[in-house]
């Protein structure tokens, strides 16, 4: 056996060019289609963590007809007993209550629907994380006409600085990467925009009477930090909820459409607005591990055992982003697996050339005994030879790409950015961290081989010898 796989080592060598070529077209299908598997797949994550982890939770418990009736008259009772029975199940990373229901803001100059959530000021840190968003600098062109009249700038960061006019911004950190800015510019700019575009805003206290609105929203509504807004609307079982609210921030919301109607309030103040004493529309709750989240929901339902009350997962009140994810996988697996195919006949191509250009030698081996099985097992070691060669090399190129593009995601600047924040999500592009997809890039190539490996197995199965000797 030893022999035979040295034979078939000093074979593969012996024509290094087509040996090249062969590992070369294996090691390119493998390299890309470990990368934009993991760049597929590290978006998801990211999208998920944003609009689902960053927001909503991946399990709510809610009542029962609060999904297709999402109404006040559909609310839970929020207890201490509700919580202790949550808090027993394992993989509970938190879980916090919302208020959320809809009602008119006006300021008297703009009226608009919004979306009114009542929150635990504390706990809502370790969820959406409001007070992380709080808008602390905006570019108004009043603003942006004053930075350009004090500073010098190249034509790249001028461009990106007038497209960026009208934004608000959370941290510096953010103006640097909006306006691809390096540490010498953001030395000359940082102290500017701080003297000239900073903006007020605190984050609520948790016996707050005021509110925090998003960016979008005030800017429509005309409201800044200190101004009031008047809020109508429907309260529990028909009664009026109405009042005046001072803006105490802005809040800047990835999501277009909630960055356009979302109003925070505390959650004692929500009860209170909405005439709902201890009660709440849903319990938003985040994982430790994601993987487990199938097997959490049902112990979070055996620890309930309520018939008025309800457990939804992410992918059941939010099938959109679920259905928008699965659509794209597919497109996704259905170009790798046109990639592979064409590999597939790239090493078919180099098998039958292969065994064209050594037909007279495998004619004189089995004329000189070596029989047509051992032959045929000499052709498959050297084909696995050349699958493995090209899918390790492969493998060990975009491993270090994995783990530097996972922990340095790839960032964008400009329209691709805005293009992005559109959508409702932070431009940057991670990749997925090593998992199963990484391994099935492997074992597809070599399962790709082993089919290959037919056509040597048919060929010297019906070589004639006497032909063979004559090519």
Known sequence: MRKTFIMAWRNIWRNK????????SIFFAVFFAVIMRSFQLGSYDHMIHQAIESFSGYI???NKDFLDDPTLDNTIPYDQNLLSKVNTVDNIKIAVPRVESFALASTGIQSKGVLVTGIDPEKEKLLSDPENRIVKYRFTPEIVAKILAKTNLPKKQLGLLKSNQN?????????????????????????????????NGNYLTSHDDGVLLSDRLSKYLKANVGDTI??????????TAANVFPVRGIVQILSPELDNKLVYMTLENSQEFFSLENR?????INLDDI????????????????????VKTWEEFNPTMKQQIEGDSVGGVIFIGILYFIVLFGIIG??????????????VMVAIGMSKMKLTFVLIIEMLFLGFIGMITGLGASAPLIILGNRNPLKMTGEMAKMYEDMGFDPVMPLAWFDQYFFWQGAIIMIMVLIACYLPLRRVRKMKVISALRA
């Open 17 to 24: 060019r087509r040996t090249l070529i062969t590992v070369a």
């Open 60 to 62: 709510q418990i809610q």
């Open 167 to 199: 934004k608000s911004f959370s941290s510096l950190s953010r103006i640097s990467l909006d306006l691809a800015l390096d540490k010498k510019l953001e030395n000359t700019l940082f102290p500017i925009i701080n003297e000239l575009a900073s903006f």
């Open 230 to 239: 008047v809020l109508m609307g429907a309260g529990y079982h028909g009664t």
């Open 280 to 284: 709440i529309t849903s319990l938003n």
């Open 291 to 310: 993987d487990d989240m199938l097997e959490t929901h049902s112990k979070i339902k055996e620890a309930i055992q309520s018939d008025l009350v309800t």
């Open 350 to 363: 180099t098998v039958l050339m292969m065994i064209a250009e050594r037909k007279r030698e495998l004619g």
